[in-house]
């Protein structure tokens, strides 16, 4: 058994001397790993890296066994967020939920897909991609069956004035219908609905705190297991510059 395909590393895991399991995500073979000879190693570990877009090579001589990896560095994206507090946060959050919420060897070839360009372009700066980051996490909670509907007014069933979401259906509703029940109710940012509408830490940080509830309820707490701890300190973060620039305001 052998594939070659572009890929994400999604993590890596020291194993006997120098070697390293790494888990990777794919668009046509999901999440998925191999052992890595000398991944651990000081030539290979930059390659191996959470985030790095690679070419990797699989073999096995059956499909059910862990398997061999190989690869080639594509994008550098761990090594150009590094300097970066915020971008290194957007990283780790992104690599630990595709990681532990994608069911392994399961394609999700819109997930891949719509990763991809987070990472390669992360080097410009975590403000310009954290409004993607969202809609990933919104696509990747689709994808896991658990998608949220954001379209219409959950009842009235218009599209316009949607300022909230249910915590309990995932389904958004206006203004006036969320006033009674405002203190329990998410708020729904505009740019979820409308990529093109401009968005700040304080839109981020609510956009994060709606998609987080769902992870944490439905992709990880369905399986018994914690959102992970990258995820959380990234909506802390995001949550702190929004509350820093409201001050500064």
Known sequence: MEWTA???VLESRPLGEGGAVISLLTEEHGRHAG???GGASRAQTPVWLPGNLVEARWMARLSDQLGH???ELVHPTAALAMDDPLALALLSSACAVAAEALPEREPHPAAFRALVPILAHLGRGAEEVLPDLVHWEVLLLAELGYGLDLARCAVTGEAEGLTHVSPKSGRAVRAEVAAPYADRMLPLPPFMRDPSRPSGPKDWS?????TGHFLARDAFGSHHRPMPAAREALAD???ALAE???KAA
């Open 6 to 8: 572009p890929a994400i």
């Open 35 to 37: 052992m890595a000879r």
């Open 69 to 71: 990896l190989s690869g």
């Open 206 to 210: 609510d956009a994060l705190r709606l």
């Open 237 to 239: 973060r995001v949550a």
């Open 244 to 246: 820093a620039g409201e």
